[in-house]
């Protein structure tokens, strides 16, 4: 495939930016030099991603070819680190769970959700809660007093405190236990943990390993939302600030041309996953999203599950939500 531009390469590594990023964008041709916005071609955008397939979407899409800035992206294996690079300023930006920007803003970090991500399909589960094969646990009642391995505030977390709160449990009824998504996954292999809350593609992989779904991450437990969470300190700057919204617009665009074309979505979330293309087909509808200001319910529903948090004692420190929004998108973009 013939490009004005060099492919877009993901950094190497989990919970940490790799040096060698490959920037792109900032070519431009007779047909996008109008486009050119001089205030920013001096500018590189980091964006902070978790093995979606946006590097090869943005690459296919062609959605950053006319950019007057240059992107590179950073891999996490989750949100809170995400959350933590761009308080840091390490990251410009970057698209996490709907729980991450509630830990990270009861810990005053440097950041402000910029844009939401929403599924195209909501009864779609993107995340659930899992029992290994042949475990005696058949419903979320049965968890009472059992081990659930969960990333440290990621949506997980929210979904596992939403599902055992929906059927009369509390954190004190079960144990909570914390593990990054790797090690959760291998404390679940090895009949370590009970449960395991997780995400695609590890829940996908999961289960075609012969894991059981006891809870789907769809709503009333999760509705599957995702934030942009922006770098303070990128945020304060008013060009940067507009160069911002422009990646954001981009961003879509990548994730449209994925919704049009799942074929291409299963192919860049294989080459980012290395994992088998039948476990990311199994379940890409869930993988379909639009960008878009986030909405006065859409916040209210965010301080509800962070209002939930500190309820339920899993933050120290209450949240408000309307304090942490900072919509650089405008009202009404990506709304079907």
């Not at 995340?127 to 979320?140: A, D, F, R, W, Y």
Request: proline share 7%; net charge positive; glycine share 8%.
């Amino acid at each position: 495939m013939n490009r004005t531009l060099p492919k877009i390469v993901a950094a190497i590594g989990a919970l940490a930016l790799a040096s060698t990023l490959t920037a792109c964008g900032g070519a431009a041709d007779s047909s996008t030099v109008k486009k050119v916005n001089p205030e920013w071609k001096k500018y590189t955008f980091t964006i902070g991603q978790q093995s979606d397939g946006i590097v090869e979407l943005a690459d296919e899409s062609g959605a950053f070819d006319s950019a007057s800035y240059k992107i590179k992206f950073a891999k996490f294996d989750y949100g809170p680190p995400l959350v933590q690079a761009a308080a840091s300023g390490d990251i410009d930006l970057g698209s996490v769970g709907a729980v991450p920007p509630i830990t990270g803003a009861a810990k005053t970090l440097g950041f402000r959700i910029i844009a939401i991500q929403t599924p195209t399909d909501p009864n779609r589960a993107l995340e659930n809660i899992l029992v290994p094969k042949g475990s005696p646990i058949k419903t979320l009642a049965d968890l009472k007093g059992k081990r659930i391995a969960i990333p440290q505030g990621s949506s997980a977390h929210g979904l596992a405190l939403n599902a055992i709160q929906s059927v009369g449990l509390t954190p004190k009824d079960v144990k909570f236990v914390f593990l990054p998504p790797a090690d959760g996954q291998s404390a679940f292999a090895a009949g370590k943990v009970d449960a395991w809350a997780i995400w695609d593609p590890q829940s996908s992989l999961a289960v075609s390993q012969g894991a059981r779904v006891i809870a789907k991450g769809v709503p009333p437990l999760d509705y599957g939302s995702q934030f942009y969470v922006g770098s303070k300190k990128t945020l304060d700057d008013p060009v940067k600030r507009k160069a911002l919204a422009d990646v954001l617009k981009r961003l879509a665009k990548a994730y449209g041309y994925a919704h049009k074309n799942p074929d291409k979505h299963v192919e860049a979330l294989v080459k980012e996953t290395g994992l088998d293309p039948k476990v990311i087909k199994s379940n890409i509808a869930a993988w379909s999203f639009t960008i878009g200001a986030v909405t006065p319910d859409q916040a209210k529903g965010e301080q509800k599950l962070a209002d939930n948090f500190y309820d339920a004692g899993e933050i120290t420190s209450k949240v408000d939500v309307d304090q942490v929004i900072d919509n650089i998108l405008p009202a009404g973009f990506g709304a079907s």
